[in-house]
C-alpha cells in the first residue's frame, strides 16, 4: 500500500490555499484594471487606458496561475506523477528572479532562494520521489 509523505501533504494544502488567494487576488485586480481601462476610454486618458490594461492583464495572469496552483495541490494530494513534476517546475521557477537578483550583486536576493530551494530538495528525497512512483506504477492509467 502508498502513503502520500506528510510534507507533500503540507505542499498541497500550500499550492491550493495559494492558488485559491491568487486566483481571488486576480480576479479583483483585472476587475479594477478593466474599470481602469473603460475610465480611460471615456475620459480619453491614455495613462488611465495603459494602466487599466495592465493591471487587467495581470490579475487575468494572477487567475491562471493561481488555478494551476489548485490543480498541482490535487494532484498532490491524490500523489500524480505529472503534479511532483509541476511542482519541481513551479519551485525552480519561483527561484529564478532572485538567482538573477543574486547574479546582479543584490546579495540579500538569497533568501529569496530559502523557501524554492527547500520545496526542490523535499520534492528530491527518495522516499517522496518513490512515492510518485509506486502510486503511477500500481495504477498506469493515471
Excluded: C, K, Q
Aim: proline share 3%; aromatic share 12%; glycine share 14%.
Amino acid at each position: 500500500m502508498w502513503h502520500i509523505p506528510f510534507g507533500v501533504r503540507v505542499l498541497a494544502v500550500f499550492a491550493v490555499f495559494s492558488g485559491l488567494f491568487g486566483a481571488l487576488f486576480g480576479l479583483g485586480l483585472a476587475g479594477v484594471g478593466g474599470l481602469g481601462w473603460v475610465t480611460g476610454m471615456l475620459t480619453v486618458s491614455r495613462g488611465a487606458r495603459y494602466w487599466g490594461g495592465s493591471a487587467f492583464w495581470t490579475g487575468m495572469a494572477a487567475v491562471g496561475i493561481g488555478l494551476l496552483l489548485i490543480v498541482v495541490g490535487a494532484g498532490l494530494a491524490a500523489a500524480r506523477h505529472w503534479a511532483w513534476s509541476l511542482a519541481l517546475l513551479i519551485a525552480i521557477a519561483m527561484g529564478l528572479p532572485s538567482v538573477v537578483a543574486v547574479l546582479e550583486g543584490e546579495v540579500l536576493a538569497i533568501f529569496g532562494l530559502l523557501v524554492p530551494a527547500i520545496v526542490i530538495l523535499y520534492l528530491l528525497r527518495a522516499d517522496v520521489r518513490d512515492a510518485f512512483r509506486h502510486r503511477h506504477a500500481r495504477n498506469p492509467t493515471m
